[in-house]
């Protein structure tokens, strides 16, 4: 779900979001954004301005996800201290 922690602080367009992720091709960011669109997690809204402008919000289900998404983080960050620590 590439972007979803960075649509928590809120609505994005798709430059800032591929720059908050880091190494990702725009082809993958562009493919997991539409299936969030479908799976209802987030909207898109297309401005018509040349060049267009593109926003994704979260949507009310996509930040129930919030919850789930901040446990991973924090096990993520306790991985990587025990890690460091047996090192």
Known sequence: MAGCRSLLQGT???GEL????????QKV????LRQMEE??????KVYAEVPPR???TLTEVGYSL????????AWGEEYKRR???NA
Not at 18 to 25: A, M, P
Not at 39 to 44: A, C, D, V, W
């Open 12 to 14: 994005k367009r798709f």
């Open 54 to 56: 593109v926003e994704y």
């Open 39 to 44: 799976s209802g997690l987030l909207t898109r």
């Open 18 to 25: 591929k720059k908050s992720i880091g190494h990702v091709s």
């Open 83 to 85: 890690n460091e620590q």
């Open 29 to 32: 960011l562009t493919s997991q």
């Open 66 to 73: 919030k919850p789930i998404m901040d446990a991973m983080w």
